[in-house]
């Protein structure tokens, strides 16, 4: 479907990047591209044991070796104004500071050397050569203490359902039940964990790479016991996030404490193994579903059970049964969840927590059913699809799902799909199969702050503390501020990344454009509204007395509503009242009246292709539709780079990526980017993503939903389908490997 140009606005039109040149030119600098006068450099030695203590380290050794500066270790850290154990909301996370000599997980902190090249600081933290008292460690799915936790992923509640699950399942004339597990998954953004900190007593100006500007500095603020207006943190670009940057993590704060304790700046950078348990994952699940329904497919019943692990000393509980409280229509429906404790770093949000681990099961469950039933895989999810959510009976902002369905199904050629497994071949003999997921994720809104200038010479200038971690925030909040202020894009100078400008909220659980959006939308709005105020009360102007009629902005003027032709440049209303410029700022926020009546979500469908080799077991991912509801979509050609990823990290989910750790040492086995898998070009398949159209009122002012996590769910779910149906072998352990066909 041809883009369609909105002529005279930015909100619509397929831009590139403005941050494009500066990436691909290497004129971008992430954070650890800093280097102020005197910089040293600091390495992390971490622990190979995962629960004990350390009983020594050869700090002599290592401050021997030459260009070595410091070794800072539990016995002369520097002192924090707060524990880093200590937990004042579901937000903060347990931090290992060097606070003492034990050891709760692989790969944790365990001393930093300071040196003055990065090669003297890695050769002095291998000197250390700790010794352990290891203690016997539990890593494994279900070996330790299981309990039913408070609250699962950002607050929610743990068990939620609604009907009565033993009538729904006893009234259905079919039942399948099934258990589905899904392996650990390590946060691995292309720019790793980093920060350049640099003390002027007690003022800290610290370069990270983080996705909440003023979180982080809050946390600081805390540990280090200053105010937060001493702390200017500054990330202008930075290399992926998806929820491990969210919060501020060990390795970043024990930057700052080294250059606290020499008195210098310090780079601190993690290593690619070292983001192996520090800076959080996503854990392994094991989901039990249990369907019920009548003959005709609808469902009667849905119980979801999730069984996750979380660390022995803090709790983040992967929330994968919140995906079954909305999307199907059942009778009757359960979503519990149980956690077990084990010996390792605290899991984290990792893109859609709880829906990309949770969609694989549920949509496995729900082609097993339609298989029982004789039905296609579609028709189920036609029959079932909840236009009120079940729980709340709210009702949806949107009913744009069957259309997703449909014109993915028209794209894709879902109606030449038989029936059977293993009824397809293409010409080399390879077995083929065609899987369908549907995918689904909250249209959520922080809060946030954006200030709006316009200036005398007819440019503007928009600030906000928002983060671009590749989902283009530096163009669509141009975008959204440019039309609000009625200006050419090109005449929108924006500033973000830096803790000094308003509050922009966190870019995270696909919240950033629409809050970060909302408040520079106001912003430019009550910067319109202040100029108009200069204009219609001079007698001079032509836009004099028109208060009641109002004016309107375009192309840098305002013009009387009741007669278009009377307008006034802003560089004149400005140059006529004696002023350089007028701002103003601007909140976003969800409206709680509209958030109580409907329930918020964007909406899609996945159609996959997979070719199995069907002696070797090799599978590959051949081709993938996905059609999307998101609301209104700002910058088309950013949107599709969104459900690209997001549809990516699916195959890479279902097909590749799995931790593998050590039930003896608590290890993880493949922490390195050659074993531990993910997709390389060869695997990413011929992806084509359809925007289908959707007016949203409700969700907020500007219609706009978030679509950075939406890819993801849906897609795994529907390479396990393909998968299915290429081989009929129904594998219930993801990601599905070639030895799980054979076997």
């Known amino acids: 479907m041809p883009e369609r140009q909105r002529h005279g606005a930015s909100i619509g039109q397929p831009l590139t990047r403005r941050d494009g040149p500066d990436k691909v030119t290497g004129a971008a600098r992430y954070s650890a591209d800093f280097k102020p006068e005197g910089l040293a450099h600091a390495v992390m030695a971490v622990s190979s044991i995962a629960r004990g203590r350390v009983t020594h380290r050869d700090i002599a050794a290592a401050q021997a070796h030459p260009g070595v500066i410091a070794v800072m270790t539990p016995e002369n850290a520097p002192a924090l104004a707060k524990s880093p154990d200590q937990k004042d909301n579901p937000f903060t996370f347990r931090l290992d500071l060097l606070q003492n000599d034990g050891v709760r997980y692989a790969n944790q902190p365990i001393a930093v050397v300071i040196a003055e090249t990065l090669e003297a600081a890695t050769e002095g933290a291998a000197l250390l050569a700790p010794r352990y008292e290891a203690e016997p460690v539990s890593v494994a799915l279900g070996a330790g203490e299981i309990f039913s936790p408070d609250t699962i992923g950002a607050g929610s509640a743990t068990d939620e359902g609604s009907g009565d699950l033993a009538a729904g399942l006893a009234a259905a004339e079919t039942r399948i039940a099934a258990t589905y597990d899904t392996a650990a998954q390590y946060h691995n953004a292309l720019e790793p964990h980093s920060c350049v900190a640099e003390w002027d007593g007690d003022r800290l100006t610290l370069h990270t790479p983080t996705q909440a500007l003023w979180i982080a500095k809050g946390r600081i603020a805390d540990l280090f016991g200053i105010p937060p207006e001493n702390i200017h943190v500054v990330c202008h670009y930075l290399g992926g996030g998806f929820g491990s940057k969210g919060f501020i993590a060990a390795p970043q704060i024990l930057g700052i404490m080294a250059a606290k304790m020499v008195g210098r700046p310090v780079k601190l950078v993690t290593r690619r193994e070292q983001m192996f348990g520090p800076v959080g994952h996503r854990a392994a699940t094991r989901q039990t579903l249990r369907l019920g329904a009548s003959r005709d497919g609808t469902l009667t019943a849905l119980d979801h059970h999730t069984l996750t692990l979380t660390s022995r000393h803090d709790d983040f509980v992967e929330p994968s049964g919140i995906l079954s409280r909305h999307l199907y229509a059942a009778g009757a429906i359960a979503t519990t969840h149980a956690v077990s404790r084990a010996d390792i ?350 007016h949203d009122p409700h969700v907020n002012p500007l219609g706009i939903k978030g679509v950075g996590e939406i890819g993801i769910t849906g897609t795994a779910g529907a390479i396990a389908n393909a998968v299915w149906h290429a081989t009929g072998v129904r594998v219930r352990d993801i990601p599905i490997t070639l030895d799980k066909l054979l076997g």
């Open 345 to 694: 770093g605290t899991p984290i949000f990792m893109r859609a927590p709880g829906e990309a681990s949770g969609s694989v099961a549920v949509e496995s469950a729900l082609d097993e059913l339609a298989l029982e039933l004789d039905l296609d895989p579609l028709e189920i999810r036609l029959r079932n699809y909840a236009e009120v959510e079940p729980i709340t009976h709210r009702p949806f902002s949107s009913k744009a799902l069957r259309e997703c369905y449909a014109q993915g199904a028209a794209r894709f050629g879902w109606a030449a799909r038989p029936r059977q497994p293993r009824q397809m071949r293409d010409a080399d003999g390879l077995l083929v199969g065609w899987g369908l997921g549907t995918a689904t994720y909250p249209a959520g809104m922080m809060q946030g702050e954006a200030r709006a200038t316009i200036r005398a010479d007819g440019t503007a200038l928009i600030e906000t503390a928002a983060q671009d971690m590749g989902q283009g925030a530096w163009t669509v909040l141009a975008q959204i501020g440019a039309d609000g202020l009625g200006l050419p894009i090109a005449q929108v100078e924006l500033r973000i990344g830096d803790s000094n400008l308003p509050n922009g909220g966190l870019a995270g659980g696909s919240t950033g454009t629409a809050t970060g959006g909302t408040a520079v939308h106001n912003a430019a709005q009550a910067a319109i509204a202040e100029l108009a105020d200069l204009a219609v009360n001079d007698p001079a102007s032509p836009l004099y007395g028109a208060g009641n009629a109002g004016v309107t902005t375009r192309d840098g003027r305002l013009a009387r509503n009741d007669d278009p032709a009377r307008s006034e440049a802003f560089s004149e209303i400005l140059g006529r009242a004696g002023k350089a410029s007028v701002e103003a700022k601007g909140a976003g926020a969800g409206d709680p009246a509209s958030r109580k009546a409907y329930a918020m979500h964007a909406h899609g469908a996945v159609y996959a292709e997979v070719k199995v080799d069907p002696d070797l077991g090799q599978i590959r991912v051949t081709r993938l539709v996905g059609a999307f509801a998101a609301g209104r979509i700002v910058n088309p050609h950013l949107v599709r780079s969104q459900y690209y990823g997001g549809m990516i990290w699916g195959v890479s989910l279902a097909l590749h990526e799995h931790a593998v750790l050590d039930p003896r040492s608590g290890r993880v086995m493949n922490g390195n980017l050659a074993e531990y898998h993910i997709p390389v070009n060869a695997d990413v398949p011929a992806m084509e993503a359809i925007l289908v159209e959707e």
